[in-house]
T-cell receptor, first 115, second 110 residues
């Protein structure tokens, strides 16, 4: 009954450090997403993937990279963290298909602070 | 691209009061529309959805009707409880993606 699992849940970085957030889903979903949530700005899409080995940019992709080597995993990387990347990051997934209305299943979030 | 705009908060209500959160959308077609809820310390979860004009989504006493003529999908609940305190997000499906509004924080006081 895991659904979407994000690790780590909390992390503090110094400016310039790198890190990777891991998202794992056990629902055999084709599509996966990374969003960031900032006060007053709702959720903004960073990158997404419509299948294993494919990724695409969302509305705020700069400073982030992603990889989808396995269907169940979607990794978000920060190569050189900046204070502007302090945020709460959410991973989500959903099933593909023409009859699917698009419901997303979310993880619990990863709170990242960049000093 | 397609987008949603929802009313700004925060909204503070007393228990048993009526709640309305406005949401309007801009889209070239007729996208599926959603309301998601985020309880403190948790991820978002689907509250209700509507896939075509005049559809009414409902769940946990909340309702929203997909109105094409006003491009709106307002969320309503007739009698709120303290447990309804959360952040509510309107969203629409745009191709592969969901676009979210800024969120409205609702606090219900006993």
């Amino acid at each position: 009954n895991a659904g979407v699992t994000q690790t780590p849940k909390f992390r503090v970085l110094k400016t310039g450090q790198s890190m990777t957030l891991l998202c794992a889903q056990d629902m055999n979903h084709e599509y996966m997403y990374w969003y960031r949530q900032d006060p007053g700005m709702g959720l903004r899409l960073i990158h997404y993937s419509v299948g294993e080995g494919t990724t695409a940019k969302g509305e705020v992709p700069d400073g982030y990279n992603v990889s989808r080597l396995k269907k169940q995993n979607f990794l978000l990387g920060l190569e050189s963290a900046a204070p502007s990347q302090t945020s709460v990051y959410f991973c989500a997934s959903r099933k593909a298909g023409p009859k699917n209305t698009g419901e997303l299943f979310f993880g619990e979030g990863s709170r990242l602070t960049v000093l | 691209g397609d987008s949603v705009t929802q009313m700004e908060g925060p909204v503070t209500l007393s228990e048993e009061a009526f709640l309305t959160i406005n949401c309007t959308y801009t889209a070239t077609g007729y996208p599926s529309l959603f309301w998601y809820v985020q309880y403190p310390g948790e991820g978002l979860q689907l509250l209700l959805k509507a896939t075509k004009a005049d559809d009414k989504g409902s769940n946990k006493g909340f309702e929203a009707t997909y109105r094409k003529e006003t491009t709106s999908f307002h969320l309503e609940k007739g009698s709120v409880q303290v447990s309804d305190s959360a952040v509510y997000f309107c969203a629409l499906r745009d191709d592969y993606k969901l676009s979210f509004g800024a969120g409205t924080t609702v606090t219900v006081r006993a």
